[in-house]
């Protein structure tokens, strides 16, 4: 059984784009699958944060991963700050990472552009994801297009590491889901959907109400020649509300445009919308139900316990490996 890791930040709400490109397929994955899914609290810190509003979101994200289907049966769900073993290996790697890889990502071009001062976690928090993942004896991690660069650095550190120490670290593959995976802003179909958008017309959140999301599937951005057809160059807008509606519905792109030949851009805004919300809605009513629960809580604290015996094990590896610490005479 292959083992997989994938990790969310708790930085605000969830968009459309974080279920499409990732949630949804965690459940059908967690079927045959050793999976671990983490809430990285750690990485959302590499820029400030509101320590109240932090501590919600990672309750909020908690609820969520479980009411869109993340059965706690199946699946390790747990909080990464309460594996201490992700900052251990996470230093551990940083010292076998290069300044000038690091330098390279392209998030981290992207976010210390224009600004005074930049953590310097910012630029060392690939090290602590390499980390989460290869705690695991990962094989595969679900990623979207924009973390890449960061898998193949994760990469590229396990092998260092293999090299330099002792082979004990598996190497991971990327796995870019074909439909779904980069649900681009409705505003701006030029970039990716994102919880910070200063736009809010721009994403649909996962806790939007059924007004909401109808009016801003109904506002979206699309095009002046009123055919349903997808075509990225030309049609970035329709493009993305075809791959929403396919990626929500289960139908195939195909089927859409036939559905929706010789129709207004209207007529499949709406399907576009009911689509959406025949998705969320379940999901909301779920998440209700579980966000105060002492079942988030006890889920939690037997995902933590799961994860640290699992970390604790190749930490101990990678120490031994290392030459930290000391060998006890038997």
Not at 34 to 45: K, L, P, R, S
Not at 122 to 136: C, K, Q, V
């Amino acid at each position: 059984m292959q083992t997989i890791f994938s990790g969310i930040q708790p930085s605000g709400t969830l968009t459309l784009g974080n279920y499409l490109g990732a949630i949804q397929h965690f459940v059908r994955l967690q079927e045959d699958s050793n999976c671990y899914f983490c809430i990285v609290d750690e990485h959302a810190i590499t820029v400030p944060q509101d320590r109240l509003k932090l501590r919600s979101n990672i309750r909020s994200l908690a609820a969520l991963y479980l009411a869109s289907g993340i059965d706690p049966e199946k699946a390790t769900l747990f909080i990464q700050s309460e594996v201490p073993a992700h900052t251990q290996l996470g230093w551990m790697l940083e010292s076998i990472s290069y300044t000038g890889e690091l330098e390279r990502m392209t998030q981290f071009k992207d976010k210390a552009s224009g600004q005074e001062t930049v953590s310097s976690a910012l630029l060392t928090y690939p090290s602590l994801m390499a980390s989460d993942i290869l705690l695991y004896q990962t094989d595969m991690v679900p990623v979207g297009e924009d973390q890449k660069q960061h898998m193949e650095l994760t990469r590229n550190l396990a092998e260092r590491f293999n090299r330099q120490f002792n082979d004990i670290f598996t190497i991971p593959e990327t796995r870019i889901p074909k439909v779904g995976a980069r649900i681009m802003s409705l505003q701006d179909p030029s970039k990716k959907m994102s919880k910070s958008d200063e736009n809010e017309k721009a994403f649909i959140s996962m806790l939007d109400d059924t007004k909401k999301i109808d009016k801003k599937i109904k506002s979206a951005v699309t095009d002046s020649d009123g055919i349903v057809t997808y075509d990225e160059t030309n049609k970035p807008g329709i493009s993305n509300l075809l791959t929403i509606f396919a990626s929500c519905s289960g139908r195939t792109i195909e089927e859409i445009e036939t559905l929706y030949a010789g129709k207004g851009y209207g007529e499949f805004k709406q399907g576009t919308a009911d689509a959406v919300i025949s998705v969320l809605q379940p999901i909301q009513d779920r998440y209700r139900e579980l966000l105060d629960s002492d079942a988030l809580d006890d889920i939690l604290d037997t995902g933590a316990d799961k994860a640290s015996h699992a970390a604790n094990k190749m930490l101990k590896k990678a120490k031994k490996a290392m030459g930290l610490g000391r060998v006890k005479k038997q």
